[in-house]
């Protein structure tokens, strides 16, 4: 892979014109319906595949009963596990992970302090063993002190430089090829796509409009809180150690109601965690899409829902068919898992 | 007024449609530039009109050495006294009075409980008499128990049936003629246009779109707390009297930093309330445009500023030559003040 041009080679500015400009195209062509080429090549042909592109039909279809304007075309999409690989550890955790490293010199007391004794060890299990409150005083530890922008070209700077130890190439690149044709797609349809993850909100937009093409002001996410302060005459936003919302759950509902003012038509998601965002999504009147990406593929990528604590489904497999939501087989629907180095 | 065609008195739909269109036009345009017509016909010729013009030619200009890609031109705009009349009341403080009445015959302790009491017999000066805490309970108690979208329709009413006591108009009437020339100027150019305003964004929703052309998802206000309800089988976010954050001072720049991601390239303000957002605003790198309106006009509005509770600007006035702001008159920038009817 070393010799692969890979997309974080390019500068972050080139990606972010790049971005633009195909903002600016889509808008151009909202209405562009779905004909010709196939919008999703690396969907095998099925009751999913067919759901996705009948929804984006018949809410562009206009004068057709189902149409939506354009302004109203709101999709949502969870990250970890619905748009990139999340297991076993999800990405965020490794770069905290690695952070924690990178700053032990600074911090000779975390030699005898647990988790980071078990973190600068390398001992996945000890690092762990703290559970979520050990993970987010560590993330608080890890991305504070620093403006947003300062932190952004931290993890830019971690990605490139990451290398899962499965798959063996940096996590930019671990994103799934389907997801990323079904985001341009609904683009190309006059959609707005927006991730709603329980990621941090700083910690997505290091990457998400370079790999996605989705602009910072439609990630939401968890966020930590932030203080202004002048220094030396300039003025920061400076980014604190606690965490102030926790967009999962019912917080992913409210978090879309208090952003973006509408209710999504349709929501993408693949754990417990979504379940919320899609019911609150396609409860909603006309046309709605709600989908779950099953980790089914343990050859391919993993298999994991009921028994795992990462991406955790048993609520959505247990009620996907009464919801009227597609539960997609990333086995059997995807033709290939991860997205091609650019 | 009452026979002339109102703005309020089109759809809801209608207009979402014609702002969507809107919307699409100017992102397909949006390298066009300031040439040809006047962007800025109700603004008289001086330094503050060729202030904003000579802004958006230089960081529009490919190649130029202010140019910046259409995905970084973020503008924000404070709503109350920069967009639309703030001044002796606040709209929303009206609108919280007109709803306290409407629902007091529920209420029938409210007839011996200030400031109700006082808000119920119209009494302006006892109502008021509580301050901000006051205020802020009796504006929980207006705007929580129903959904965001149900909020919207009720706001929306009210709009339509309100008349200034002054200028006879409904308040969607009172918004300044030469910023609404200013926001469209800045769309035609491939900017965003945000709202960042000390009202709540449910109350503001309501009216955004149709009245400014700028779409629920780029509102940013104060907030309540909502919570995530299913009654009888349907999920629904409801509204709760408590506010969660105040959009207000520093709290402007944070919001920003949380909600958008990105540093803006020009604020518009008229209070100190403002102050933080224009000084994080134009500290950023490259061209930087900070405005700030000054209401010095009491034949055509009202004139206010160091003495005033309702939109105080000192600070603002002692520092903006410092800060390479620009001070809007009213009355010597401005041709004329409220935007017709439409």
């Known amino acids: 892979m070393a010799n692969t041009p890979s997309r974080w080679s390019i500068t972050r500015r080139g990606w972010l014109a790049a971005a633009a400009l195909s903002t600016l195209l889509s808008a151009c062509a909202p209405m562009a319906p779905a004909t010709g080429a196939d919008p999703l090549p690396s969907w095998n042909e099925g009751a999913n595949k067919q759901r996705i592109v009948e929804f984006v039909r018949a809410v562009t279809t206009e004068g057709g009963k189902d149409y939506v304007a354009p302004g109203d075309r709101i999709a949502v999409f969870d990250n970890d596990g619905t748009l990139w690989l999340e297991y076993p550890v999800y990405t965020q955790v490794r770069f905290v992970f690695d952070r924690i490293r990178v700053m032990a010199p600074m911090h000779p007391e975390w030699k005898e302090k647990e988790p980071y004794k078990s973190v600068i060890a390398g001992d996945m299990k000890g690092a762990m063993a703290g559970g979520t409150k050990g993970i987010l005083e560590m993330l608080g530890v890890a991305q504070s002190g620093s403006t947003t922008f300062e932190f952004e070209a931290i993890v830019d700077q971690w990605m490139k430089a990451s290398n899962d130890p499965r798959f063996k190439r940096p996590y930019s690149e671990l994103t799934y090829q389907p997801m990323q044709e079904v985001l341009r797609f609904l683009r190309a349809n006059g959609f707005k796509t927006y991730i709603v993850s329980g990621g941090t909100v700083d910690f997505m937009r290091a990457f998400t409009e370079p790999v996605y093409g989705i602009p910072n002001e439609q990630v939401i996410g968890s966020r930590q809180k932030f203080a202004f302060e002048v220094k030396d005459g300039q003025p920061m936003v400076m980014m604190q150690p606690q965490l102030e919302y926790s967009d999962d759950k019912e917080g992913k509902p ?34 709605r899409l709600g989908m779950i990406v099953h980790h089914d593929d343990a050859a391919r990528e993993y298999a994991y829902d009921r028994k795992s604590s990462i991406g955790h489904l048993a609520e959505g497999l247990d009620q996907y068919q009464a919801m009227g939501w597609g539960l997609i087989s990333m086995k059997n629907d995807w033709k290939v898992i991860f997205s091609p180095a650019k």
Not at 261 to 267: E, Q, S
């Open 254 to 287: 409210i978090a879309i109601a208090q952003i973006i003012g509408k209710r999504p038509i349709a929501a993408f998601g693949n754990s417990d965690g979504d379940f919320q965002m899609l019911q609150w999504t396609t409860a909603g009147s006309g046309k």
